[in-house]
């Protein structure tokens, strides 16, 4: 199909990016499982490694089944490109890859996915590059953190775990103030819920893992990439600005424009960070994003009311959802996510950590397990599994202190999971 900005997003979520196989008329698309590519003549190489012709050489770089995924995703997220990587935790290293160095840094949130804070308070240290942890609602300590060698700014749309929603508007208007980019991991959210490149993000970072798969099969992450950023602005971003030693002394910036970002993600990120999605992932997650607005609403639908009930129940001490009216967040559904705060929330259980143990062993639909985002409802106890790793400190920013578990509200029935959660919260109690 032609993309045309009008079609809509339950159109584009099926058809944008892909068409029917030229090949053979396959109507869903084929999973190309293949690692190479026949070049036409000797010329047509050198042209594809040259970078003067876009096309299909090597699938560490570039897949057909894959390039369907990142037009969606593009187009879904209203950017000009899209790059898909292995893992969320890949998406995000491939998004501050171009734009970092040793001795540079990134100004992060203090409300982040656990695995993240790790990511970026430990890991990236061996790069050289360092994370400077700021509470996102005080903008001007945001301001105060960025300095000569801040490179990115980044947060998360509605944050995993804890309820909280960022106001992407004023945290852009800083970025841009000070002339770098903002990252946005909008996984909890997906394009339906929050538009983040509208709201002002230069990059928007994906664990496609979670919604966008929407059913727990198969790990992925991508980046996409709104194509405003001006990379040759200031000389803070020389591997988008300047001359590229491994391709003839080619600047991307000045050859591929707005598409800059993208074009060096693949031709650099993945030729050798090698961190790329295979055909089979891709296909999976094709298969849920043809869904994502369906499961989204009712995703939503199922969250609000599971987190009145609870807000009701005398054996809970607080839940956090920015969907709840009590939530000092509730207004920034309007601008930041109009359709919903999403399914993911945390409540405090009286009676601390040990009934927070037996809470979650006493569920019968919930699974206990380190995922969200999938159909069936999840539910976790952070503080002794994906935010173990953290200091006290930590979990009580993160929103995963120990008397506190998450949520992550399936599309099953809403009176089921109210019902399993009453009988466990009792075993609880007892
Ligand atoms: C899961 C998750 C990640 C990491 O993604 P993986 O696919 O597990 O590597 C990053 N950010 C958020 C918000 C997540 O939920």
């Known amino acids: ?20 196989d030229p090949a053979t008329g396959a109507r869903q698309t084929p999973i190309y499982q293949t690692t190479a590519y026949v070049f036409r003549d000797a010329d047509h190489a050198a042209a594809l490694f040259n970078l003067q012709e876009v096309g299909f050489i090597y699938s560490r770089l570039t897949n057909p089944t894959v390039a369907v995924l990142q037009e969606r995703l593009a187009t879904l997220e209203g950017g000009v490109g899209a790059v898909c990587c292995s893992s969320g935790h890949a998406a995000q290293i491939m998004a501050l890859f171009p734009l970092m160095a040793p001795g540079r840094n990134v100004v992060v949130s203090t409300r982040l996915y656990g695995g993240t804070v790790t990511q970026f308070s430990q890991t990236i240290k061996r790069f050289g590059w360092s994370a400077k942890f700021v509470d996102f609602d005080d903008l001007d300590a945001v301001k105060a953190a960025i300095d000569d060698d801040t490179r990115a700014v980044f947060c998360e749309s509605i944050a995993n775990p804890g309820g909280y929603i960022t106001d992407l508007r004023a945290v852009a208007d800083v970025a841009d103030g000070a002339g770098v980019p903002l990252i946005v991991d909008n996984t909890s959210a997906t394009p339906y819920l929050c538009r983040p490149i509208e709201q002002g993000a230069t990059l928007v970072v994906h664990s496609t893992t979670k919604y966008l798969t929407g059913n727990g099969t198969v790990t992925g992450g991508a980046i996409v990439d709104s194509g405003t950023f001006d990379w040759s602005a200031s000389d ?15 600047k991307f910036h000045e050859t591929f424009g707005p598409l800059a970002f993208t074009f060096h993600s693949i031709a650099v990120g993945l030729r050798d960070l090698g961190m790329t999605m295979n055909p089979q992932g891709a296909h999976y997650t094709l298969m849920g994003i043809e869904t994502l607005s369906l499961r989204m609403e009712r995703h939503v639908e199922n969250a609000v009311k599971i987190a009145e009930w609870l807000e009701g129940d005398d054996r809970v001490e607080f839940v956090t959802y920015a969907g709840l009216k009590s939530s000092p967040y509730y207004d920034r559904i309007k601008t930041v996510c109009p359709k919903g705060a999403g399914a993911l929330f945390t409540f405090a259980v009286k009676g601390g950590y040990e009934a927070c143990v037996k809470l979650v062993d006493s569920l019968e639909i919930f699974s206990h397990v380190a995922n969200l985002g999938d159909t069936r409802s999840l539910i976790i106890h952070s503080a002794s599994t994906t935010h173990r790793q953290l200091t006290p400190e930590q979990q009580e920013a993160a929103g995963a202190a120990p008397n506190v578990v998450r949520l992550s509200i399936g599309i099953e029935d809403a009176d089921d999971l109210i019902a399993d959660l009453d009988q466990a919260l009792s075993k609880a109690a007892s």
């Open 1 to 20: 199909m032609t993309d045309g900005p009008s079609y809509g997003f339950d159109t584009l979520q099926i058809h944008a990016g892909a068409r029917p």
């Open 236 to 250: 803070k971003f020389p591997s988008l600005s300047d001359p590229e030693p491994a391709y003839h002394g080619l």
